[in-house]
């Protein structure tokens, strides 16, 4: 008679509590089973009841559930195949202990990054152990191609890869050839603008913006006109009107940083109207789209364009890791013999082993669920961070939340300089950036916060602080 599979006693699974300052479903029901997996209540090797038997014992949805159990398989305590369900993982000492599950180095916790810091994502909770698997799978096989210089344009499976991931999530329409990689987001503008620009060539830059690209372009030769952005984004008029012999513009249209702003569909049309109507051409930045807080992802704005003027750039360092340098550009097909010979005359190319383990987190599944894990996560710091906003420094902060990315802009109350709170945050180790940082005409004072690095718990602290802060310099008036 076969053995019985030893499962998780369902009796024992207390229900989710919800109410104002509940924490989100699926990070109960992962709390939950994470504690019964590490204190060795449930056996390495035994088998989890079905995600259905578990949302109906503790009454919650199924994909509720499935988010928790996508979380613990990144963390690495859970291994799910497909016919044969989730299983503890079986190590040599028997059930894990918290130490040994620990998704980030070590180094990592001690080092986490100051609140409110920009353009990091939540580095202490990368699946460390999963990835160092992948990149070991790869060296032990790694061929004489794979450890050579390499194609240019990227490696191949990895730019299928990210064809087919673009066409399904961002309606990017282009074919794998089209996919060129490259060693950071910045170097995907930099070969692109190289081989489609001139030296002194006029671009437009949204104002606020995006001030590394604009260093960047300027860095590269290219002339950088600032155009104001207002609630419908980049105002193509006033980019008419005050810089007419632009034949570039660099965008962020989904998420515009750092207001956070979506173009609109009539702003769009406009701008690739104006690209089409001679030799210009639109570099269309998905700066931070990926991690969107309501409803689907918003479609590019490449995905619009007939007549083939956007070069499309992104970049996988707010899903991984910074230290992970991949980004990728999609160009015409018209330019891709340009910006190739652009790529190997600049020797921007990203490391092949690192793209070949890229392309397998992608085609084995790890990256979605990795994302679905980030996105549940950063979902609940964003909601920390406008709770204490909200409720501890509304008096001198008003806030403007955008439905994606990784932080927000809050407003400085009347008689509060921006200069001085700037430099009251970072005395108190608070990493806070000045609106007035990222653009070139006057600005309302405000200040721009990031929230995907720290925990809910330091968000909270940390506004706090800065309410405390911003008060005291509110009196001195």
């Given at each position: 008679?076969?053995?019985?599979?030893?499962?998780?006693?369902?009796l024992?699974?207390?229900p989710?509590?919800?109410?104002?300052g509940?924490?989100p479903?699926?990070q109960?029901?992962?709390?939950?089973?994470?504690t019964l997996?590490?204190?060795g209540r449930?056996?390495?090797?035994?088998r989890?009841?079905?995600?259905?038997?578990?949302?109906?014992?503790?009454?919650?949805a199924?994909?509720?559930v499935?988010?928790?159990?996508d979380?613990?398989?990144?963390?690495g305590l859970?291994?799910?195949?497909?016919?044969s369900g989730c299983?503890?993982?079986?190590?040599?000492?028997?059930?894990l202990?918290p130490?040994?599950?620990?998704?980030?180095?070590?180094?990592a916790?001690?080092?986490?990054?100051?609140?409110?810091?920009?353009?990091l994502?939540?580095?202490?909770?990368?699946?460390?152990?999963l990835?160092?698997?992948?990149t070991r799978r790869?060296?032990?096989?790694?061929?004489?191609?794979?450890?050579g210089?390499?194609?240019?344009?990227?490696?191949?499976p990895l730019r299928?890869?990210?064809?087919?991931h673009l066409?399904?999530?961002?309606?990017?329409?282009?074919?794998?050839?089209q996919?060129i990689i490259?060693?950071?987001?910045?170097?995907?503008?930099a070969?692109?603008?190289k081989?489609v620009?001139a030296a002194r060539d006029q671009?437009?830059?949204e104002?606020?913006?995006?001030?590394?690209?604009a260093?960047?372009?300027t860095s590269?030769?290219?002339?950088?006109?600032?155009?104001?952005?207002?609630?419908?984004?980049?105002?193509i008029?006033?980019g008419?009107?005050?810089?007419?012999?632009?034949?570039?513009?660099?965008?962020?249209p989904s998420?515009?940083?750092?207001?956070?702003?979506?173009?609109?569909?009539?702003?769009?049309?406009?701008?690739l109207?104006w690209?089409a109507?001679?030799?210009?051409?639109?570099?269309?930045?998905d700066?931070?789209?990926?991690?969107?807080?309501?409803g689907p992802p918003l479609?590019?704005?490449?995905?619009l364009?007939r007549?083939d003027?956007?070069?499309?750039?992104?970049?996988?360092?707010?899903r991984?890791?910074?230290?992970?340098r991949?980004a990728y550009?999609?160009v015409?097909?018209?330019?891709?013999?340009?910006?190739?010979q652009?790529q190997?005359?600049?020797?921007?190319h990203?490391?092949l082993?690192?793209?070949?383990?890229?392309?397998?987190a992608?085609?084995e599944?790890h990256?979605?669920?990795?994302?679905r894990?980030?996105?549940?996560?950063?979902?609940?710091?964003?909601?920390?961070?406008?709770h204490?906003?909200?409720?501890s420094?509304?008096?001198v902060?008003?806030?403007?939340?955008?439905?994606?990315?990784?932080?927000?802009?809050?407003?400085?109350?009347?008689?509060?300089?921006?200069?001085?709170?700037?430099?009251?945050?970072?005395?108190a180790?608070?990493?806070?950036?000045?609106l007035?940082?990222?653009?070139?005409?006057?600005?309302?004072a405000?200040?721009?916060?990031?929230?995907?690095?720290?925990?809910a718990a330091q968000?909270?602290?940390?506004?706090?602080?800065?309410?405390s802060l911003?008060?005291?310099l509110?009196?001195?008036?």
């Amino acid at each position: 008679m076969p053995r019985r599979s030893q499962g998780l006693p369902l009796l024992h699974l207390p229900p989710v509590t919800t109410g104002p300052g509940a924490p989100p479903r699926s990070q109960q029901v992962y709390a939950t089973l994470r504690t019964l997996v590490l204190s060795g209540r449930v056996p390495a090797g035994a088998r989890l009841p079905s995600t259905r038997a578990v949302a109906a014992a503790i009454g919650v949805a199924r994909n509720t559930v499935l988010q928790a159990i996508d979380r613990l398989v990144s963390d690495g305590l859970v291994d799910c195949r497909r016919g044969s369900g989730c299983r503890v993982v079986t190590t040599r000492s028997g059930p894990l202990s918290p130490r040994a599950a620990t998704v980030a180095h070590p180094q990592a916790r001690h080092a986490r990054p100051r609140a409110f810091a920009l353009g990091l994502p939540a580095i202490d909770d990368f699946p460390v152990d999963l990835w160092a698997r992948l990149t070991r799978r790869r060296w032990r096989a790694a061929t004489p191609t794979l450890l050579g210089y390499g194609s240019p344009g990227g490696y191949r499976p990895l730019r299928e890869a990210l064809a087919q991931h673009l066409r399904d999530t961002r309606a990017v329409r282009c074919s794998w050839e089209q996919v060129i990689i490259a060693p950071g987001a910045r170097a995907a503008l930099a070969i692109t603008a190289k081989a489609v620009l001139a030296a002194r060539d006029q671009v437009w830059m949204e104002d606020p913006g995006y001030t590394p690209a604009a260093q960047l372009l300027t860095s590269e030769g290219l002339r950088v006109r600032p155009v104001p952005v207002d609630h419908e984004g980049l105002d193509i008029r006033q980019g008419r009107r005050r810089w007419p012999r632009a034949r570039g513009a660099y965008v962020t249209p989904s998420h515009q940083f750092p207001l956070g702003l979506t173009m609109s569909l009539a702003r769009r049309v406009d701008l690739l109207e104006w690209a089409a109507g001679a030799d210009r051409w639109v570099f269309e930045d998905d700066y931070d789209t990926e991690f969107r807080h309501a409803g689907p992802p918003l479609a590019s704005l490449q995905g619009l364009d007939r007549h083939d003027r956007v070069l499309y750039i992104g970049t996988m360092s707010k899903r991984l890791l910074p230290a992970i340098r991949i980004a990728y550009a999609v160009v015409p097909h018209r330019v891709l013999d340009a910006v190739l010979q652009a790529q190997i005359a600049s020797d921007r190319h990203a490391a092949l082993i690192d793209q070949a383990v890229l392309a397998d987190a992608l085609t084995e599944g790890h990256l979605a669920r990795h994302a679905r894990r980030m996105r549940a996560l950063y979902a609940e710091r964003r909601e920390a961070l406008l709770h204490a906003l909200t409720t501890s420094a509304g008096d001198v902060l008003s806030v403007l939340a955008p439905e994606a990315g990784l932080h927000v802009v809050a407003w400085l109350a009347p008689g509060i300089r921006e200069a001085a709170a700037v430099d009251a945050a970072k005395a108190a180790r608070l990493e806070v950036r000045g609106l007035s940082t990222y653009s070139h005409r006057r600005q309302p004072a405000g200040l721009v916060l990031g929230y995907g690095a720290a925990s809910a718990a330091q968000l909270t602290e940390a506004t706090h602080t800065l309410a405390s802060l911003l008060r005291r310099l509110r009196k001195r008036r």
